[in-house]
């Protein structure tokens, strides 16, 4: 595995220039090689939804994605979402919820949560349980993290 | 000079959001020190197997590694192949402490033989892959009840039987209960628990300075403390020159208490290398090799009179202690003693049988083990009142321990010898709150209509008692720093339960109430040399106790000095932020900073107060032996679809007390992710092994976690009734929510399920397993864990070797 790859990958509207084996994945090289650890690993195995990140304005799995997969596209990721000091309102809606706990899960429901809004800014209860169970959390049993989506959607409509 | 009691007891913000929330919060695997190397570990394919030699050339030629590594090369670092991790019982009768490295025979598919270091994680898990290890199986023990048969293999070559330990609880005149009884029932029961799958896996990073000659381990763990202690014992290295961290924690829910092999192993290998180790586990081998809770089967037998009064109890227990003592016999310990906590029982024996089978060491998942006593007891209070036609609440009215007997001494003793003392609460009261929330009365009527129409819905309810607060003491550092900050440094340790937040209220209570003043550093084995950490719902009584203790010391030595400077009595004074101030005139006032300063002394200078001793710092280890013990009741109302098995919860209600809340919003969010783990456990999680003990649900996909869909809108009620065992009035909450929720849920199954007349003594209870209850096929056999439960309890008496 000697022969790499040179990319370079949009994230958060900065450009960052790696060079990585073809089959490292995306979380792997965001973490390590752009050094932003913020999206998590839980399970490698495209399951838990930890590492989920933006990726052209839809969810996905970064577990599940090798990197050179997506040179040219804009990724956006969890450290993407604060602007300076000021949370994100989702971010806010989360603390305002008590909708994280270990927080290990939280970067991967926050970028969920974010794509999915833009395409459904008005959903049913229904639809957000939905969304959400695309995701794993061991801390919450959910129904914060569901409140907090709620927050938010009130905030948007 | 009253306290500021406005932080306590408030929902404020959490101290650990926003680095949460923005991803900046280090967690293990965030670690990236420079020049870090990855080691990937090669483990056991088989449950029980000789190892006849390992060849590791093909993996040294991979490009990229630095070295592999088997217990050969290591035991020359180490004082021992064996660790000692367990703690101490007269019970045990087989000595088998995990190794470090497996070298002539593995007894688990996971364990791990042989570790490669290489520049990267990639490099290294192929070149795990190249290490060839020559096995040669052995017959596996796959079946704790099996494994107590005569004719039983052992887990460990040289074992003759695989009775780890045995042990009982027995007190007042059993025999006499049985004999006097009107009614005795007797059942069997099959507890399933899986494993605690944080979201987070395991992970630890060593680093070695040969500068200082420290090496710092910073691990996933939940005791710092006690990884810190194996460490040192099998490096042989002295107290000072190692250093344990605990980063952020991606959740622990129990087995991230004990130190793993893995951690031993990179601790020597970043010694030995010079270089930063760093292994992070994956899921599959969280499945194969975290420590899990598994199996238990009940025998058991209540005698009641004939007005449902409880005469005794008693019965077997077997327990599923897998190949290895990783912490001790606390899980089946703390089944027997949860089964009799909430009711008066005159007699009680169960004896209990540990033992080994060829899969990874049981230790403690949330809960430990009570929730399977909580599910034997209650269970067996459902059968008591359909044997005498009564309702199942007013069968649990007339035995429940009553407000009046508080403090009330059970007949039961801790594992450590202490006693146990139900310090406070109103069992009855906290389930008629339940009973009327849920519109108990009514739903036999509800349930008639429902099934005129062919749905089948039922209502369950469990009380639970849960032992928190474990001793004997967490160290607390409290102090005001002259920059003015507050400081809080504690053994404690975080994993997801707002430990640092819940700390921060208490000294904030004390000194001015600015949450943003107050910093928490937590499981850092050089900022509290001792230490326990988070397990047992136990760090809000005990370090709670201790933080509260030394934020009083702190504010009078605050008052002392501030009453010089300011030339005012110490009752005139108040404190708000960090300004100390002279009562209604608030011009006349000290900042934290100046005061702290001043307190530091001056070369040459007398302290300003001699008898405070210098700075604003106080430490305290509260001492507290008895626990205390939180209770609550639960009622599931729940819809079962008879043609595929499906179970929907409709309501699930709790009303809990645990005490004065030092933050409701928290409070709720523990009860409600432990509700969400015993939904699991009632429903959908099941680590399944197959014959030879090979693990067959190694992912997400085969192994259910609950998602959002999955979990019904919680109705949550508080009752505060406070403990006077500890200054605060506090009872520990982290685990209560997963006590009584697979009892609730099953019992509801089965009052949903009464036109089919199922006895349901098992959990989960996925649909699989319940339709295979609800219709048995003719001619179909079940897979073993479909089959309804029943300990032989003839048989493995006969083979067991007591």
């Known amino acids: 595995m000697d022969s790499k790859i040179a990319l370079r990958l949009d994230i958060n509207s900065r450009d960052y220039h790696v060079n990585v084996e073809a089959r490292q994945t995306l979380a792997d090289v965001i973490r390590e090689e752009c050094g932003l650890t913020g999206t998590r690993v839980g399970c490698e195995h495209g399951v838990c939804g930890s590492c989920t990140i933006v990726v052209d304005g839809a969810p996905v799995r970064a577990c599940l994605m090798f990197a050179p997969q997506a040179e040219g596209k804009k990724i956006r990721t969890i450290e993407g979402m604060a602007e300076g000091d000021d949370l994100h309102p989702i971010q806010r809606a989360f603390s305002d919820n008590h909708a994280l706990q270990c927080g290990f899960c939280t970067p991967g429901f926050i970028m969920l949560i974010a794509a999915w809004l833009e395409q459904n800014p008005a959903p049913a209860d229904g639809e957000i349980t939905g969304m959400l169970s695309a995701n794993l959390c061991r801390c919450t049993g959910y129904r914060n993290i569901f409140r907090a989506v709620k927050q938010i959607v009130a905030e948007l409509g | ?802």
């Open chain 2, 1 to 802: 000079m009253t306290p500021n009691n406005s932080v306590l007891g408030a929902s404020v913000s959490r101290l650990e959001d926003h680095g949460l929330l923005t991803g900046q919060s280090r967690f293990i695997d965030d670690l990236q020190l420079p020049g870090t190397l990855s080691a990937a570990f090669v483990r056991s394919p088989y449950g029980h197997a000789l190892i006849n030699g390992v060849n590791t050339e093909a993996a040294c030629q991979v490009p990229g590694v630095v070295a592999v590594y088997t217990l050969t090369d290591l035991q020359p670092w180490l004082t021992d192949t064996r660790m000692a991790t367990g703690l101490p019982s007269n019970s045990f009768r087989l000595d088998v402490n995990p190794r470090v490295l497996a070298a002539d025979e593995v007894v688990y598919v996971g364990e791990p033989i042989a570790v490669v270091i290489a520049a990267s994680r990639y490099a290294a898990e192929d070149a795990a892959d190249l290490v060839e290890v020559d096995c040669e199986p052995l017959e596996v023990v796959a079946d704790c009840r099996a494994a107590l048969l005569a004719d039983s293999p052992g887990a460990h070559r040289k074992l003759s039987h695989n009775l780890v330990a045995a042990f009982d609880f027995d007190y007042g005149h059993v025999e006499d209960a049985f004999r006097q009884a009107d009614v005795i029932i007797n059942e069997s029961f099959r507890l399933h628990r899986g494993g605690a799958h944080s979201i987070e896996g395991r992970g630890a990073v060593a680093s070695h300075d040969p500068v200082t000659g420290k090496l710092t381990l910073w691990t996933s763990t939940q005791r710092p403390h006690g990884v810190k202690r194996v460490i040192c014992d099998l490096l042989g290295c002295n107290d000072d020159s190692v250093r344990v961290v605990a980063p952020q924690i991606g959740g622990g829910f129990g087995p991230k208490l004990v130190c793993y092999p893995e951690e031993v192993v990179v601790a020597v290998c970043g010694k030995l290398l010079q270089q930063p180790v760093k292994w992070t586990q994956d899921r599959y081998e969280y499945f194969l090799s975290t420590t899990q809770e598994r199996d238990q089967y009940w025998d058991v037998e209540i005698a009641v009179d004939n007005d449902a009064m409880i005469k005794g109890v008693r019965g077997a227990l077997l327990h599923d202690h897998g190949a290895y003592t990783a912490r001790g016999l606390n899980v089946p310990y703390a089944s027997g003693v949860a089964l009799p906590l909430a009711y008066n029982i005159p007699a009680y024996h169960l004896d209990v049988y540990a033992v080994l089978t060829n899969k990874v060491p049981v230790t403690p998942v949330r809960g430990a083990g009570q929730p399977q006593g909580v599910f034997v007891m209650e269970r067996l209070l459902d059968r008591v009142a359909a044997g005498l036609s009564l309702d199942r609440a007013e069968v649990r009215r007339r035995n429940l321990v009553r407000k009046e007997q508080m403090p009330c001494r059970k007949s039961l003793k801790l594992r450590g010898g202490t006693e146990v003392i139900l310090d406070s609460g109103d069992y009855p009261a906290t389930q008629e709150l339940a009973l009327e929330h849920a519109g108990w009365a009514a739903f036999g009527e509800r349930q008639q209509a429902a099934l005129e129409q062919g749905r089948h819905i039922g209502i369950g309810l469990a009380n639970f008692v849960e032992g928190t607060g474990r001793g004997p003491y967490e160290t607390v550092t409290v102090r005001i720093n002259p920059s003015g900050n507050i400081l809080v440094a504690t053994g404690a340790t975080a994993m997801g339960q707002s430990t640092q937040t819940m700390l921060a209220q208490i000294v904030a209570g004390q000194l001015g109430g600015d949450l943003s003043l107050v910093s928490v550093n937590c499981g850092d084995t050089d900022a509290t040399p001792l230490g326990f950490g988070g397990f047992n719902s136990r760090q809000t009584v005990v370090a709670g106790a201790s933080a509260h203790a030394a934020a009083r010391a702190v504010r009078d030595k605050v008052f002392r000095l501030a009453s010089r400077r300011l030339e005012a009595a110490e009752r005139d004074l108040e404190i708000n932020g960090h300004n100390v101030f002279v009562k209604d005139m608030p011009d006349r006032k000290l900042t934290f900073a100046q005061l702290a300063r001043a307190a530091s002394g001056l070369p040459g200078f007398k302290l300003p107060v001699a008898e405070s001793g210098p700075g604003l710092e106080a430490t305290e280890s509260v001492v507290i032996d008895d626990m205390v013990y939180s209770n609550g009741s639960a009622v599931a109302e729940v819809e079962v679809d008879i043609d595929t098995g499906q179970v929907d919860i409709h309501r699930f209600l709790i009303v809990h007390d645990c005490g004065r809340m030092i933050n409701p919003a928290l409070v709720e969010g523990q009860v409600a992710g432990g509700i969400a783990h015993g939904i699991g456990n009632a429903l959908f999680e099941w680590m399944g092994f197959d014959d030879n003990a090979q693990p067959v649900t190694t992912t997400f996909a085969d192994y259910l976690l609950v998602s959002a869909d999955k979990m019904p809108a919680l109705e949550l009620f508080h009752r505060e009734s406070a403990s006077p065992f500890n200054e605060l009035g506090v009872k520990g909450v982290g685990e209560s929510g997963c006590l009584p929720t697979p009892a609730a849920i099953v019992a509801a199954i089965e009052d949903a399920l009464k036109p089919f007349d199922v006895k349901l003594n098992q959990a989960p209870l996925t649909p699989a397993v319940l339709w295979g209850l609800i219709r048995p096929a003719p001619g179909i056999s079940a897979p073993e864990h479909w089959r309804s439960p029943g300990i032989d309890t003839a048989a493995y008496r006969k083979g067991v070797l007591l």
